[in-house]
Nanobody, 121 residues
C-alpha cells in the first residue's frame, strides 16, 4: 500500500492559519473515509477530524470544532485540514490515515509520517 504523505506544517504564531494536505501518490482513496490525528510530545495520539467518502460528512474533536475544517478533493487524491485561529496547544505532529467508516475510533490505517505544526509566540 502506498503510504500517505502529509505536507503544509510549519512554525506560526497564535491566531495564524495553516492548511495541511495529505496525498496518496499514484493511487486513489476516493472510497475511503479519511482522518487527521495529532500527537504532541509526551501525549497519546488525538483524533482531530474525519470526512467520509461519499456525502462528505465530517466529524471533529471538540477542541478544534469551529476552528478547523477538513475537506477532500477526490480528483486530486488529496485531503486538507484548514486550521484557523491556531493556539499553542495545537502544537503537534499531524498525520492522516484512511479507514472504512466515519468513526474516530475506527480502523484507521496506512498512516503517513506526519507534518509538524508548531504554534508559538
Amino acid at each position: 500500500q502506498v503510504p500517505l504523505v502529509e505536507s503544509g506544517g510549519g512554525l506560526v504564531q497564535p491566531g495564524d492559519s495553516l492548511r495541511l494536505s495529505c496525498a496518496a501518490p499514484g493511487r486513489t482513496f476516493a472510497s475511503y473515509a479519511m482522518a487527521w490525528f495529532r500527537q504532541a510530545p509526551g501525549k497519546e495520539p488525538e483524533f482531530v477530524a474525519a470526512i467520509n467518502s461519499g456525502l462528505q460528512n465530517t466529524i471533529y474533536a471538540d477542541s478544534v470544532k469551529d476552528r478547523f475544517t477538513i475537506s477532500r478533493d477526490n480528483a486530486k487524491n488529496t485531503i486538507y485540514l484548514q486550521m484557523n485561529s491556531l493556539k499553542p496547544e495545537d502544537t503537534a505532529l499531524y498525520s492522516c490515515a484512511e479507514g472504512s467508516a466515519l468513526d474516530e475510533k475506527g480502523d484507521w490505517r496506512n498512516w503517513g509520517q506526519g507534518t509538524q505544526v508548531t504554534v508559538t509566540s
